[in-house]
């Protein structure tokens, strides 16, 4: 995984493994304490989503937030994704707020242009 390339990160994980102290929680640990650790740098978050059958729930990492915990994603069988789409069950669990704005501006921007 190398983070030069810019890329978002997901890691999926089945329903039942989403509890108290799970792989998800602490995941979501480890990311907090690296970037309360290394001072909150911009552009890194990770946000968690839902499919619409509840079944599975993806953990999607900007690609600043790769570079702060590249080893466990890794070791997690993350996969490079598409930046992610917005919708209701997309929510930042950690990090910069910044990047949330940033992909409804793309979503918005690249909507608008399949539109012409």
Avoid at 46 to 69: M, Q, W
Wanted: hydrophobic share 35%.
């Amino acid at each position: 995984m190398t983070p030069l390339l810019r890329s978002w990160y997901r890691v999926d994980f089945p329903l039942h493994e989403c509890c108290r102290n799970g792989k998800p929680d602490h995941l979501q640990k480890a990311f907090e304490v690296m970037y309360v650790t290394t001072q909150k740098p911009p552009g890194a978050a990770l946000f968690e989503r839902h499919d619409d059958k509840c079944e599975t729930n993806s953990f999607y990492f900007s690609p600043e937030a790769v570079t702060l915990i590249s080893g466990l994603l890794e070791s997690l069988g993350a996969i490079r994704c598409e930046p992610p789409q917005l919708t209701e069950r997309f929510v930042l669990l950690v990090g910069d707020g910044d990047v949330r704005t940033n992909l409804r501006y793309r979503q918005e921007t690249f909507s608008d242009r399949k539109l012409r």
